[in-house]
């Protein structure tokens, strides 16, 4: 798809003005002849929802209201030029990409935990379309082929979840847990046990209120899993991502290349990783360049307990230096054991180089997301910055780099009292295999 962004015009850009307006980041513009407005009575509807979903918190500006009315479905996931939108008072200029909309654009992204660029792609689009739909909107049940995606999944994980059924994480997408957490609610509400998220259901929902307090339940039982694995490393599964492949080659600056580092720095940690008793897997050859969903199919087949993304970063700015680390999370839930362990990697690695900390973070990218185990990615400093090219063009900087994960990996399964000071954690080779 073309990508869209500041100074762009055209139909496509209309319709997103009209979404971002019914989702709360663009105020309505007045009607001619004092016509009711937005924020008068509440934006246009076409469909009511069956029930309403649970007020989103941090999505959209406060002066504004936003209602759970559901904006139809687009069969093929995308914004088309011929969708059927609430027909929302906009100015004659709503064709045009201009500021106003391009820092909707960003609230928007900022809040669904994509990259904030101001750049309709295909990651906002889906975003967009997911934003959509409403608890009660459509029938939900599980489709291995074409899986239910949106924020009324989310919203039924969402409540599933606060009852005590497991769905694993809120993440969205209808897959194998979030039926088998519908089944359960439903054998224990004596109905029918399909699976399918239908109006009996809903209603059986609507008269539940959240039964579990005290906690993120999804957060507890990532926390039991991993403490019930001891603290030993043996057995344990880690899937690398040496980011891009084949003809994509990544950022190439300052005669670096972001694909061939990447991909140094994976055999090393692969090397390092099996040397201290862990089984390491590449998802995929050197020459091979796939897409963040098709990675993360490749890892969940894999069934690794964690996935590791490598890659570098680049501005148009020669100052941005610095790593950052990046887990699954959105305000409405996030990856327990990914969050620990982004946390845990970016502190080892800052302190055994001279790298800025850049922090971690929170993203809702598609290989974060779709993977069924913890998953992160590392940034590990700007190709365009001269400290960071001469610090990524060094073995020795990667060696330290790979050290740091491993000695990360080992603490996230060690308890409390055995674990090191940060820097300090040394990961033996195991006996045979120096």
Known sequence: MKLLRLGDQGPVVAEIRTTLTHLGFLPATPRQGGERTETDTGPATTAASTTTDAPRTGTSPASVRRTDA????????????????????VSSQSDHFDHTLDRALRAFQQSRGLSVDGILGPDTTRALEEARHNLGDRLLYHSAAHPFVGDDVAALQERLSNMGFDVGRTDGIFGPRTESAVRDFQRNRGLDADGRCGPHTLDE????????????????????RLLARGSSLLGVVIALDPGHGGDDTGIVCSGLCERDLMADLADRLSTRLIDSGLESVLIHAPDESLTEQERAIRANSLEADLLISLHTDGSDSPQAQGISAYYYGTTRGSSAVGERFAQLVQREIVSRTNMLDCRTHPKAWDLLRRTRMPAVRLDLGYLTNEHDAQALGSTQF???????????????????????????????????RA
């Not at 559901?70 to 008072?89: D, E, K, N, R, Y």
């Not at 994960?405 to 000071?421: G, I, K, M, N």
Request: hydrophobic share 45%; no cysteine; net charge positive.
């Open 70 to 89: 559901a904006l139809p479905a687009s069969p093929s996931g995308s914004l088309s030029a011929g969708q059927q939108i609430p027909a929302f008072p």
């Open 205 to 224: 929902l609507a008269r539940l209120r959240r039964t579990v307090t005290g906690g993120r339940p999804d957060v507890l039982r990532e926390s039991v």
């Open 398 to 432: 990667r060696a330290a780099v790979a050290e740091s994960v491993l000695a990360a990996t080992q603490r996230l399964f060690l308890p409390p009292e055995l674990d090191a000071p940060t820097g300090q954690l040394h990961v033996p080779r195991v006996a045979g």
